[in-house]
């Protein structure tokens, strides 16, 4: 018994003493220089590389696999993939393991222009993965990136659908599947882009200077109210486009917010703009068209409100873009609707 009891000891003694060594040898969590509240736990350097191009664009993905797993994953040499930042569901921690100014292998493609954003998780089950946390970590990280080269927000709008593949020139924030001869589905159909772009884009504060967006409430009238009617409409809510803040609008509005993770108080203000207004351009129809056209007739262009963008709309929105200083490319995005929206 004494010797069994002796053995033990010393086993457990042994372990204790290798703990201690352990514990001594750990460092304090290095911080990411990029982007400081994350921590800094590097990729192999067999999974990643020398960047070809600057960084314009930012990449959305899903991990497909827990937070930890993917970091062990980028920091083995079988996997042959990596991403500049892994972030955390449960509390929106963030690690960053590719420096932001070398090429992580993890778009294809579009590796050389872009920086990419694993999110832990899994597609096909967005309301247990992404959180609040992380869509607040993640949007606080690209506005960094993007303030930090004084790039515009261009996040995208999620109005063509999830797995649409716009223009690498009419947005600069993109998911994995949005971008050109992508296999991947990530993020998915879950990803909530207005609430994300609201985050990115809306006035929450940090970052670069967001847009400042006019209070719109209940009893308000004019112009600016039949905008949001039309985009309320564009985004499935049946109400009547009538140019008064009434009660039905104030519904579809806190509906909206509720749907999108943003406080529900049914005010438009700089918060929810952002996630109501879409990219609009010549082709497209519908409410938002009518939105813009009866806009540009505030403004005396004259063109009939049919909700279709032909070559006269396009030519009203560019002589309206020229009017209020901003580049005259006929594409209603961000820039155009605030100013309009005023
Ligand atoms: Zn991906």
């Given at each position: 018994m004494k010797n069994i009891f002796r053995s033990a000891f010393g086993t457990s003694f042994a372990k204790l003493l290798a703990s201690l060594c352990i514990l001594?040898?750990?460092?304090?969590?290095?911080?990411?220089t990029d982007y400081p509240p994350a921590i800094w736990n590097p990729a192999a350097s067999c999974n990643y590389s020398a960047r070809t191009a600057a960084i314009s664009h930012v990449t959305v993905h899903t991990t497909q696999g827990s937070y930890a797993g993917s970091i062990s994953w980028f920091q083995n040499c079988s996997a042959g993939v990596?991403?500049?930042?892994?972030?955390?569901?449960?509390?929106?921690?963030?690690?960053?393991?590719?420096?932001?100014?070398?090429?992580?292998?993890?778009?294809?493609?579009?590796?050389?222009y872009t920086v990419g954003i694993e999110h832990e998780g899994y597609v096909a089950n967005p309301s247990a993965w992404y959180t609040t946390a992380m869509y607040t970590a993640s949007a606080a990280l690209t506005r960094d990136i993007l303030a930090s080269r004084s790039l515009a927000q261009k996040v995208y709008d999620g109005a063509s659908g999830w797995n649409a593949v716009p223009s690498d020139s009419l947005f600069?924030?993109?998911?994995?599947?949005?971008?050109?001869?992508?296999?991947?589905?990530?993020?998915?159909?879950?990803?909530?882009?207005?609430?994300?772009?609201?985050?990115?884009?809306?006035?929450?504060?940090?970052?670069?200077?967001?847009?400042?967006?006019?209070?719109?409430?209940?009893?308000?009238?004019?112009?600016?109210?039949?905008?949001?009617?039309?985009?309320?409409?564009?985004?499935?809510?049946?109400?009547?486009?009538?140019?008064?803040?009434?009660?039905?609008?104030?519904?579809?509005?806190?509906?909206?917010?509720?749907?999108?993770?943003?406080?529900?108080?049914?005010?438009?203000?700089?918060a929810t703009w952002p996630a109501l207004v879409v990219l609009t351009q010549q082709g497209d129809s519908g409410a938002k068209v009518r939105a813009?056209?009866?806009?540009?007739?505030?403004?005396?262009?004259?063109?009939?409100?049919?909700?279709?963008?032909?070559?006269?709309?396009?030519?009203?929105?560019?002589?309206y873009q020229t009017s209020k200083g901003l580049s005259a490319d006929g594409i209603v995005g961000d820039d155009t609707w605030n100013k309009m929206a005023w």
């Amino acid at each position: 018994m004494k010797n069994i009891f002796r053995s033990a000891f010393g086993t457990s003694f042994a372990k204790l003493l290798a703990s201690l060594c352990i514990l001594a040898s750990v460092q304090p969590a290095l911080a990411s220089t990029d982007y400081p509240p994350a921590i800094w736990n590097p990729a192999a350097s067999c999974n990643y590389s020398a960047r070809t191009a600057a960084i314009s664009h930012v990449t959305v993905h899903t991990t497909q696999g827990s937070y930890a797993g993917s970091i062990s994953w980028f920091q083995n040499c079988s996997a042959g993939v990596s991403a500049h930042y892994v972030i955390r569901s449960s509390d929106g921690q963030v690690t960053q393991m590719v420096n932001e100014s070398a090429k992580a292998w993890h778009v294809g493609n579009s590796n050389g222009y872009t920086v990419g954003i694993e999110h832990e998780g899994y597609v096909a089950n967005p309301s247990a993965w992404y959180t609040t946390a992380m869509y607040t970590a993640s949007a606080a990280l690209t506005r960094d990136i993007l303030a930090s080269r004084s790039l515009a927000q261009k996040v995208y709008d999620g109005a063509s659908g999830w797995n649409a593949v716009p223009s690498d020139s009419l947005f600069n924030v993109k998911g994995h599947v949005n971008f050109a001869s992508q296999s991947h589905t990530d993020p998915g159909s879950g990803w909530d882009w207005p609430r994300y772009k609201s985050l990115v884009a809306g006035s929450t504060g940090g970052g670069s200077t967001p847009a400042t967006w006019p209070l719109v409430q209940y009893g308000n009238t004019g112009e600016r109210v039949r905008t949001i009617q039309y985009l309320l409409q564009q985004w499935g809510y049946s109400l009547t486009v009538n140019a008064s803040f009434d009660t039905a609008t104030q519904t579809a509005v806190k509906n909206f917010q509720s749907s999108h993770g943003l406080g529900s108080d049914g005010v438009v203000g700089n918060a929810t703009w952002p996630a109501l207004v879409v990219l609009t351009q010549q082709g497209d129809s519908g409410a938002k068209v009518r939105a813009v056209q009866s806009q540009l007739n505030e403004s005396g262009a004259g063109i009939t409100v049919d909700g279709a963008f032909g070559p006269a709309t396009a030519t009203a929105v560019r002589n309206y873009q020229t009017s209020k200083g901003l580049s005259a490319d006929g594409i209603v995005g961000d820039d155009t609707w605030n100013k309009m929206a005023w």
